[in-house]
């Protein structure tokens, strides 16, 4: 094989192996849905309003536990801790998870009770592509805080 | 003029190793340290292994453990009927030495040959499937009573013809895209290709959860996906090529911890 | 093939202890987007809509699920130990079919 030959076949190979920038989109793979139906931080806005009853949430008291950057976008593993005394008196009723990136916000809805002793609840999710994940929790006496995090969602290269 | 462009090529191919290698997180430092792909992985994914309740491989798992002293097939028998009802005093350490030469069928036979064998032979029931959820679970189970242990499979003998096979399969560029295995997993483990991670691509954790198929699959199914990778005509599973396939790579492994059932990207 | 659901309860606690629960049910969770690569045609949505976990008949927490939640849904939670008991689990899929665990705890 000649040398340019050879520096061709290698930058040809090398195109495929060059790291390429994060936040591709990924939706197909999820199985979430088509690139039509977009989700936005409005639509999410809209959902959480719903769930809350139309009470604002203050930012606060809500701890989201995301990866930086999911590995894979189907199971993206979540932990929502919101900070309260889980008595019968104080305690979080309600902890409503949204993906503001998703073609539907809406991702899980968790119902809580002072039995629990501790508001901590993970599971996991499916993510369309890079975006803002959101939980907001209501309270026993009404009030509503939210937590948010960012996750970076990629495509990978190497399905097989 | 001639050496110029000679050196400039040389000096450009350098320059992007070099690069390559300062940018990815994770490299293997030396082609002789093989790391397993969990090594790779991202800390909530090794997490997702380590727990075997998180880890949503074990779902099949049980599903081979209930296999095990199930009765199938025209004899009556089930698995424990003759390796008896402790399953891990009688698999322990043995799937390590799989795939093994066999002298009845002049050839390799991976772990779900020898299944199969058993099945169709001794118990009269029906052949399971490549990729069913009951081969799964009795490969995942099987495997999963060895973990920890080293892989240790023979590559002398019988099996020589058969690793040089492999081998041969594994060096072959092929495909559209003309690669062979050894251009992703031994030219540029831990580079990415897109936004995955390359790895040194061993088996120890196979059948293993992959967070793609969301569900246990089959190293010759892996070996299906990254033919088709390549635009190459995928191989069956259970053929010699992959059989051969997975010698080789088992042996190249030889030493490194059993992880069944692994969680992978 | 059917797949059991696995459920991680400690079998011992002391009385206010907080112990972990996990559970891990075998579903697709298939979404109703999806198509079929050979007819084209929509793959029809079929998911667990919901996750309850009762102790001694008192419901301590559910969850409803939407098409986001992963395959294979997991679920990792807190309980406060209080008396020996059963946590009954239930989760139910779309079109009402429902499948059970439990797990019992001695409280001292």
């Known amino acids: 094989m000649s040398k340019d030959k050879l520096k061709t076949a290698v930058l040809g190979r090398r195109q495929m192996l060059k790291s390429v920038g994060l936040g591709a989109l990924a939706l197909a793979g999820t199985g979430l849905g088509s690139r039509s139906a977009q989700a936005t931080p409005e639509k999410a806005n809209e959902y959480l309003s719903k769930m809350t009853s139309g009470v604002a949430g203050t930012q606060g008291k809500v701890t989201v536990k995301l990866p930086e950057i999911a590995e894979n976008g189907r199971t993206v593993p979540i932990t929502v801790t919101v900070d309260s005394p889980m008595t019968d008196g104080d305690y979080v009723k309600s902890v409503h998870v949204v993906a503001e990136g998703n073609p539907n916000p809406e991702v899980i809805s968790f119902n809580l009770s002072p039995a629990m002793g501790k508001a901590e609840v993970s599971t996991r999710m499916r993510l369309g592509k890079t975006q803002n994940v959101r939980a907001a929790a209501i309270m026993s006496d009404g009030s509503v805080f939210t937590g948010t995090k960012e996750v970076k969602v990629t495509i990978g290269g190497c399905g097989g | ?265 | 093939m059917a797949k059991k659901p696995r459920v991680k309860v400690p079998k011992k606690a002391s009385s206010g202890d907080i112990i972990q629960i996990k559970t891990l049910m075998s579903h697709k969770m298939e979404t109703g987007v999806r198509k079929d690569k050979k007819t084209g045609k929509l793959i029809p949505r079929k998911i667990i809509n919901k996750f309850v976990c009762k102790f001694n008949g008192k419901e301590v927490m559910s969850a409803d699920l939407h098409p986001a939640v992963a395959a294979n849904p997991y679920f990792a939670f807190f309980a406060k130990a209080t008396e020996s008991g059963t946590f009954d689990f239930e989760w139910t899929e779309d079109g009402g079919k429902t499948i059970t665990a439990s797990g019992d705890i001695t409280v001292s």
């Open chain 2, 1 to 265: 003029m001639k050496y110029t462009k000679y050196i400039t090529s040389v000096a450009s191919l350098l320059g992007l190793a070099a690069l390559l290698v300062a940018y990815s997180p994770v490299v293997a430092h030396s082609k002789s340290k093989l790391k397993s792909g969990y090594d790779f992985a991202t800390p909530e994914t090794q997490a997702m292994q380590d727990d075997d309740f998180a880890n949503p491989a074990f779902v099949w798992v049980d599903i081979g453990e209930e296999q095990w002293s199930k009765v199938d097939g025209e004899a009556g028998k089930s698995c424990a009927s003759c390796h008896g009802d402790d399953a891990n005093a009688f698999l322990k350490g043995k799937s390590t030495t799989y795939p093994k030469y066999s002298a009845e069928d002049g050839k390799m036979r991976a772990l779900q040959h020898q299944i199969n064998y058993e099945r169709t032979n001794r118990m009269k029931a029906k052949a399971w499937k490549w990729e069913s959820d009951e081969m799964l679970g009795m490969t995942a189970f099987i495997r999963n009573q060895s973990k920890g242990m080293p892989l240790n499979v023979s590559v002398t003998g019988d099996a020589q013809p058969f690793y040089n096979k492999g081998k041969r399969s594994y060096m072959l560029r092929r495909g559209g895209l003309n690669m062979s295995c050894k251009n992703c997993h031994i030219d540029y483990p831990g580079v990415k290709i897109r936004a995955n991670v390359l790895t040194n691509g061993l088996p120890n954790g196979f059948p293993t959860y992959r967070l793609k198929w969301q569900k246990v699959g089959s190293l010759h199914r892996r070996f299906r996906g990254c033919n088709k990778n390549v635009r190459a005509e995928p191989f069956k599973s259970g053929s010699d090529v992959y059989t051969n396939l997975e010698l080789y790579l088992t042996h190249r492994a030889n030493g490194m911890s059993v992880e069944t059932p692994a969680v992978r990207n």
